[in-house]
């Protein structure tokens, strides 16, 4: 009689949400399947409490928030969190930028290709310079 090896679990197989109660008491917000620590920056993948009480008492527990009154700490919290926003938009700004210069070249390239012209031609540069405007 043969006695099959017990399947593993996965964190996806047990349905695991985050808990707005940790926002407050370890300065965690969510993203996606995990959490992200406003304190340090870092992504726990996770979502236990045993993880960000861990993460939070180990990393964090001299933090100058660490030490905040109930009312203080909420509004620390708002402030980290409208920093990581500004951060996000400028992020997405700046890639947004990255992507029409990336769109800009290919266009160039797609007009120096069918007209088999060099630079040189100065009817391809304008026709280019218009495409890349």
Not at 26 to 55: E, G, Q, S, V
Not at 86 to 108: C, D, L, M, P, W
Request: glycine share 4%; hydrophobic share 30%.
């Amino acid at each position: 009689m043969s006695v099959l090896p017990k399947k593993a679990r996965t964190v996806q197989e047990e349905n695991r949400s985050f808990n707005e109660k940790w926002k407050e008491d370890y300065f965690m917000i969510p993203t996606k399947d995990k959490m992200f620590c406003l304190l340090c920056d870092l992504t726990i993948t996770t979502l236990k409490n045993a993880t960000a009480k861990r993460h939070y008492e180990n990393i964090h527990k001299d933090h100058k928030y660490a030490k905040l009154e109930r009312e203080a700490q909420k509004n620390a919290l708002a402030k980290l969190k409208s920093q990581k926003s500004k951060h996000q938009q400028t992020f997405s700004i700046v890639q947004e930028h990255g992507n029409r210069a990336t769109e800009a070249t290919y266009k160039i390239a797609l007009i120096l290709g069918k007209g088999g012209k060099p630079y040189s031609n100065i009817e391809t540069l304008k026709t280019c310079l218009i495409e890349a405007v």
